[in-house]
């Protein structure tokens, strides 16, 4: 069995910082692409960045020069730091990952994380 796990999350004034972790256990053979999903309240669920083991890739525009993904492989962790956060970034962080345990690579979630940002 495979465990996405992320944390990090809170509340925090605009402009501040966070990071989240998202830790991934249990049966893993190969630990494929990596990502941050992110959903606002009454929004579609968006791609924020990912991290295909080649280097990372920030996709949403609205948080380029802020976000960054990062991963430690030796921890199969991932990681999203997150500066200068707007109010516009609330929303519940998910990770997101392509886990082989034998042979084909599956799609695994965690629980979700919640940020929120004041004004």
């Known amino acids: 069995q495979v465990q996405l796990v992320e944390s990090g999350g809170g509340l925090v004034q605009a402009g501040g910082s966070l990071r989240l972790s998202c830790a991934a256990s249990g049966s893993i053979f190969a630990l494929n692409a990596m990502g941050w999903y992110r959903q606002a309240p009454g929004k579609h669920r968006e791609l924020v960045a990912t991290d295909t083991n080649g280097g990372g890739t920030i996709d949403a525009d609205s948080v380029k020069g802020r976000f960054t993904i990062s991963r430690d492989n030796a921890k199969n962790t991932l990681y999203l730091q997150m500066n200068r956060l707007k109010p516009e970034d609330t929303a519940v962080y998910y990770c997101?990952?392509?886990?082989?345990?034998?042979?084909?690579?599956?799609?695994?979630w965690g629980q979700g994380t919640q940020v929120t940002v004041s004004s």
């Open positions: 997101a990952a392509d886990i082989t345990q034998r042979i084909s690579p599956n799609q695994y």
